[in-house]
């Protein structure tokens, strides 16, 4: 398996995603630069969470149109698997490659801290590793988390089975949602289930030093169906 991870202007976590995935691939991690208009060729594509370009102008618009994104889009097109972290999941939107929007969190604060998500759609590539229902505790760390979606969107994204994961309680029956996103919606997927969108930081919970390991079972998905 081949991965490549994107790094922009103001990333954080692209070295933090660089080292999760090598760690559950057994193997180097590409690290391609916004400014390129290339890339090798590669089975997995990974947008990683950050504050690219400082959130100016809005979360991930000046990325989704970086030189490197016109590649991105155009392997995604083709079926290459793409994950979106946080603002990697706020450039997808911006990109076109997920519908909605993430709006400010409902409370008008930065929100950094563990929370609950549940697993709803465990049949995909980035979820084969769970099973459905499974609770996991991963951690959040954004400002601009709260998906939005219109009616008819929403309805597709439903009746398609393309919410990934939904924020919710320890028992995982009551809601929980700390941005306010509409349906409890922490992540979702493209029409394919080719592209996965998450507010949650799967590499903050991929080592026992991290506190949980909750997160690596979304890279070794992965790693399992790429390799």
Same mark, same amino acid.
């Given at each position: ?9 103001? *990333? =954080? ?9 090598? +760690? ?24 990683? #969470? ?9 979360? #991930?618009?000046?990325?989704?149109? *970086? ?6 889009? !155009?392997?995604?097109?083709? %079926? ?15 990109? %076109?490659?997920?519908?909605? !929007?993430?709006?400010? +969190?409902? %409370?008008? +604060? ?22 459905? $229902? ?34 919710? #309680?320890?028992?995982?029956?009551? *809601?929980?949602?700390? =941005? ?5 919606? !922490? $992540?979702?997927? =493209? ?35 790429? *390799?």
């Amino acid at each position: 398996m081949k991965a490549s991870v994107i790094v922009f202007p103001g *990333s =954080n976590c692209d070295r933090d995603i660089q080292v999760a995935l090598a +760690n559950s691939m057994g193997g180097p991690v590409e690290m391609v630069w916004h400014g390129q208009t290339e890339m090798a060729q590669t089975d997995l594509i990974v947008l990683p #969470g950050g504050f690219s370009y400082g959130d100016y102008l809005r979360c #991930g618009a000046m990325s989704a149109r *970086s030189p490197i994104m016109r590649e991105v889009v !155009a392997r995604a097109q083709q %079926g290459v698997a793409v994950l979106g972290i946080c603002n990697g999941f706020q450039i997808l939107l911006e990109a %076109g490659l997920l519908p909605g !929007a993430l709006l400010l +969190n409902a %409370g008008r +604060n930065f929100v950094c801290r563990d929370i609950n998500i549940r697993v709803e759609n465990s049949q995909t590539q980035f979820t084969s590793r769970y099973e459905q $229902g499974q609770i996991l505790r991963i951690p959040v760390a954004h400002h601009d988390g709260q998906y939005f979606a219109d009616p008819d969107t929403l309805a597709e994204l439903q009746a398609g089975d393309r919410i990934a994961f939904r924020y919710c #309680g320890s028992a995982g029956d009551e *809601s929980a949602n700390p =941005n306010g996103s509409i349906d409890d919606i !922490a $992540g979702i997927f =493209n029409d394919r289930r080719t592209v996965l969108g998450l507010m949650p930081h799967p590499e903050r919970a991929a080592d026992p030093l991290h506190g949980g390991t909750d997160g690596r079972g979304l890279l070794d998905s992965l790693v399992s169906a790429l *390799s």
